[in-house]
């Protein structure tokens, strides 16, 4: 489980930009289930996951997880409990390395070896076993590249590199958002399996509404650093969500 307390953060305080994204926010994330936030566009979606990971420092509060206390640690000593899937198909990968390198880096997340040692001790078989799972035929390609890969292949890639170490928290920020629909869809469901079968405590950021319905337990709508939707996902209808969607942002334009 992930507790946050009292998280606070502005950005260029005591400036004419001061911009205060979270004043003492609170949220409980309960374990081994997806939990999804949703909320337009600067509402503080990936500035919550960037505290969390130690991306950013936050002004004030606390981070547990799983009893943990995280508020003290910095971003690579949390990257042992957290495993993060980003946007973007070639963050997460180095795209200069091929596939089995980065599945080798994934393996040893925090440790300083270096690439020769990593892949000297690298069990071949079961990065293998692990990218057959995903059946997208990475399995043959272990010498290839990742930028030649398609962006969905690298998603994929990141996504299984993310939870190699099964993490205490993952966390998907628009994952599949710049992927097409057929391998959106077919990505968000590796996802939604690979959560399930590894129990892991999952906290997603999409714009997609279909997604957040089918693929979570819970969703929780942000409005300027405030929660102003929480419901379980298996209460509302798509309809209902993007009116409440919609309502949201009216009241943000108004
Ligand atoms: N490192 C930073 N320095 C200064 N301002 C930042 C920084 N990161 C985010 N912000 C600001 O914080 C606000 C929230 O941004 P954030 O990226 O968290 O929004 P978001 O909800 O993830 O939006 P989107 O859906 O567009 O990804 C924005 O006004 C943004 O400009």
Known sequence: MLKIRNLTKTFYPNTPEENQIFDHFHLDVEAN????????????????????????????????????????MDERERANYIGRVSQDPSRGVSPSL??????ALARRKSETFTLKHLLKHTDEAAVVARLKELDLGLENKLNTKVKFLSGGQRQSLSLLMATTKRPNLLLLDEHTAALDPKTSRIIMEKTAELIEREHMTTLMITHNLKHAIDYSHRIIMLDRGRIVLDVAANSITEAE????YNENIEKIMA
């Open 33 to 72: 289930k997806c939990t999804t936030i949703l909320g337009p566009n600067g509402c503080g979606k990936s500035t919550l996951f960037n505290l969390i990971t130690g991306a950013i420092p936050a002004d004030e509060g606390t981070f547990y997880l799983d009893d943990v206390d995280m508020s003290a």
């Open 98 to 103: 091929n596939i089995l390198e980065n599945m």
């Open 241 to 244: 969500l993007v009116q409440k």
